[in-house]
Nanobody, 112 residues
């Protein structure tokens, strides 16, 4: 399955973005997640969603980010609200455990 992320951009602090990820094949059997990699830091998993729709988040994004999926369309989304400068990173989607090839990611920059 190849993954293609989109929806990133430049946004002011407090703003919102909605990221999308589409797979070339089905990932309906996998827990899916959004990862991010900030400059000079390791890639981290920030949100996951199970096949049934249960979600988990790292503390730094709880209450601000919402992950969702559409199994029929092989898509995963990340709604990001109340963005902070520390959310600046390249965002990637993949399964929990990163079983698929990484896509190119989408850059999110939060700056005034």
């Amino acid at each position: 399955v190849q993954l293609v992320e989109s929806g990133g951009g430049l946004v002011q602090p407090g703003g919102s973005l909605r990221l999308s990820c589409i797979g070339s094949g089905s990932f309906s059997g996998y827990v899916m997640g959004w990862y991010r990699e900030a400059h000079g830091k390791q890639r981290e998993l920030v949100a996951t969603v199970t096949v049934g729709g249960s979600t988990q988040y790292v503390d730094s994004v709880k209450g601000r980010f919402t992950i969702s999926r559409d199994n029929a369309r092989n898509t995963v989304h990340l709604q990001m609200n109340r963005l902070k400068p520390e959310d600046t990173a390249v965002y990637y989607c993949n399964s929990d455990g990163a079983y698929f090839l990484w896509g190119q990611g989408t850059q999110v920059t939060v700056s005034s």
